[in-house]
C-alpha cells in the first residue's frame, strides 16, 4: 500500500508546489537557512534546518480495515536496515497508535504496531517544496497480545487484575489488559520495550507481539484512589462510567503517564519519562500550573526478566505564558538518549493545531536535558508517599536535570519551505496539537560524520471523516480530517557522541 504525501496535499489544498531542488546533499554552504547552533554544557548542538516532510492519509486503513491513524505516538527506526543509495535513504520504521479513535469515548482497540518501509530524499532548497520527500509504504500490523492469544484492549482501565504469574497488578478491562501505548525501542533481539498511560507501566513484548513481562513503576507513580490502585483514567466507552473520584488522589495524572521512552546504546538500560508530574508533586488533575516537576527512571535491563530501578531525577520542564498571559507547563511527549546522560525531549502547549479552535501554538519545541550532577532520588522517601516537589515547589535537598531549548518546531520561516505553518489559517497544512514520536538516524555522510537526520511524527488521533475501527464506520465529530505527518530536521551533534 503506497502512501504518495504529494498526491494528498494536492487534494486537500489544491496547490501546485515547485520541484525539489536537484543536487547532492553534502554538508555546505548552499543550506536554504542558516544552521542554528545551541551551546548545552561546552557542547554545541546544531540544527541544519528541516530537509523533508511526509504524510499518511487520515482515512488510510491498516491490514485489520482499521483506520491508519495514532502512528505517532511512538516511533522506532530499525538502525539495521538503513542504508543510503546516492542522495536517498531507505530503511524500515515501526509506528505506535495509542489507545484507538478515542476522542468520543475509548474503543476495544487491539495494541499494534504498524510496520513501514520507508524512502527519504533529503531537500535543503530554498523553494517551496512539495511534502513529499519522505515516503512511506506500509507492510504490517504487529498485534499486541498475551501468551494465550488475549488482545490488549484500549478501553479505560476500570478493572485491576491481580498480580500473578510472575506480572505485577495490572490495568485492565473486559478481561484484557487495559494499555494506551505512548512510547517504543526495538532491542537487537527483535524483541520490543513499550510504555504506556494507564499504568503507568513499560511492557515487553516479544517480535511477535507476545507480552513477555511488565515494569511496575515506583509507588509514587502509581495511580490511587481509596488508597487502592485505580489505572482508569476518565475516559470511559461512550456513555460509559467515569471513575470516583475522577482524578486519582496521588501517583500520575489522568492521561500523563510515561509518555517518553528511549534506550541506551548498548541496550542496556531503559529510559521512561512522565509526561508531568504527578498529582503529590504539583499535578493537581488537569492543567496545572504547577506540575513542571516530573519524573524520568533508568531501568537496569541486563537481565530484561528482572528489570532493576538504577536511577530516577526530576525534569523540570518549560514554563510559558500563553497569548492571555495565563502560566502553563509544556508537558513532554517524548524522549531519546544520544548517550548516557544526555536526551533530547519534545515539549508542548496542547489544545492548539490543525482543526481545533486555535491553530497557534505558543511552545512546540524539540529540547535538550542532561543528568549530570542531578540527584538520584530512586529507592527514597521520594518514591513512597513523600512528595518530592508539593504545591509544586522542589524539595530543597534535591538537584534537577540542566535544561535548554534546542528546535523551535514552530518556526515558521522553516515550514513555510514545505508549505506548512503554525497559526495562521486553520487548515491541513497547519500543525495538529500533538507531537509524540521521535527516530535518529545517521547522516551517512562523511563530509559530515556528525550529522543526523531527526525525524519526529505526530500523533493525529485517528480524526478523520473516513474512519473504520472493529468493522463500524466513523466520522469524528471535529468535522476535520487530520493527516499524520513526519518532519525531518538535519542536526548536528558534538564531536565524539555516537547515539546509534
Request: cysteine-free; hydrophobic content about 40%; charged content about 20%.
Amino acid at each position: 500500500m503506497k502512501i504518495q504525501a504529494m498526491n494528498r496535499a494536492a487534494r486537500s489544498l489544491g496547490a501546485s508546489f515547485l520541484a525539489i531542488a536537484a543536487g547532492s546533499f553534502a554538508a555546505s554552504a548552499a543550506m536554504a537557512v542558516e544552521a542554528q547552533s545551541v551551546t548545552f554544557e561546552g557542547a554545541a548542538f546544531v540544527n541544519k534546518g528541516l530537509v523533508g516532510v511526509g504524510r499518511v492519509p487520515a482515512d488510510a486503513k491498516d491490514k485489520l480495515g482499521d483506520t491508519l491513524g495514532g502512528i505517532g505516538s511512538g516511533m522506532v527506526a530499525d538502525v539495521k536496515t538503513w542504508k543510503r543509495e546516492g542522495d536517498t535513504y531507505s530503511g524500515v520504521f515501526y509506528m505506535l497508535p495509542d489507545r484507538g479513535w478515542n476522542t468520543e469515548g475509548t474503543l476495544d482497540y487491539q495494541g499494534r504496531l504498524q510496520k513501514f518501509s520507508i524512502a527519504f530524499t533529503p531537500n535543503s532548497g530554498a523553494d517551496t517544496a512539495p511534502q513529499t520527500q519522505l515516503k512511506l509504504d506500509y507492510q504490517d500490523a504487529i498485534l499486541l497480545h498475551e501468551a494465550d492469544g488475549r488482545p490488549t484492549t484500549g478501553l479505560d482501565a476500570m478493572e485491576v487484575r491481580k498480580a500473578a504469574n510472575g506480572f505485577p497488578d495490572l490495568p485492565s478491562a473486559a478481561g484484557k489488559i487495559s494499555v494506551d501505548n505512548e512510547g517504543v525501542v526495538l532491542n537487537a533481539d527483535g524483541s520490543f520495550w513499550i510504555s504506556d498511560e494507564y499504568g503507568p507501566y513499560i511492557y515487553h513484548y516479544a517480535a511477535d507481539g507476545t507480552l513477555l513481562g511488565a515494569i511496575q513503576p515506583p509507588p509514587a507513580l502509581v495511580p490511587m484512589r481509596g488508597g487502592a490502585a485505580n489505572f482508569a483514567s476518565n475516559n470511559p466507552t461512550k456513555g460509559g462510567a467515569e471513575p470516583k473520584p475522577k482524578n486519582p488522589e496521588s501517583g500520575r495524572q489522568n492521561n500523563q503517564g510515561l509518555e517518553g521512552l528511549t534506550m541506551s546504546k548498548d541496550g542496556r538500560t531503559l529510559y521512561a519519562l512522565l509526561q508531568s508530574s504527578t498529582i503529590q508533586d504539583g499535578g493537581e488533575g488537569g492543567g496545572s500550573p504547577k506540575r513542571y516537576n516530573t519524573r524520568f527512571l533508568a531501568y537496569d535491563i541486563a537481565d530484561p526478566k528482572a528489570p532493576k530501578l538504577a536511577a530516577e531525577y526530576v525534569v523540570q520542564l518549560p514554563r510559558f505564558k500563553d497569548a492571555k498571559g495565563k502560566q502553563l507547563v509544556a508537558a513532554q511527549s517524548e524522549i531519546l538518549a544520544l548517550d548516557d546522560h544526555r536526551f533530547l525531549v519534545i515539549a508542548r502547549d496542547s489544545g492548539h493545531g490543525q482543526g481545533l479552535k486555535d491553530a497557534d501554538s505558543v511552545y512546540r519545541s524539540i529540547d535538550l536535558f542532561d543528568t549530570s550532577g542531578a540527584t538520584n532520588i530512586a529507592g527514597t522517601d521520594f518514591d513512597q508517599a513523600k512528595p518530592v516537589a508539593p504545591g509544586g515547589e522542589l524539595d530543597a535537598g534535591v538537584t534537577p536535570v540542566k535544561y535548554a531549548r534546542f528546535i523551535d518546531m514552530n518556526d515558521n520561516t522553516q515550514l513555510g519551505r514545505f508549505g506548512l505553518h503554525n497559526g495562521g489559517a486553520n487548515d491541513a497544512n497547519a500543525l495538529y496539537e500533538k507531537w509524540e514520536a521521535m527516530a535518529l538516524l545517521p547522516g551517512l555522510d562523511d563530509q559530515a560524520p556528525n550529522d543526523y537526520f531527526l525525524v519526529v511524527a505526530s500523533d493525529n488521533d485517528f480524526i478523520t471523516q473516513n474512519g473504520a475501527m472493529q468493522g463500524n464506520a466513523y466520522k469524528d465529530s471535529s468535522g476535520a480530517n487530520v493527516d499524520s505527518v513526519l518532519l525531518v530536521y538535519r542536526i548536528s551533534l558534538p564531536e565524539g557522541m555516537k547515539p546509534l
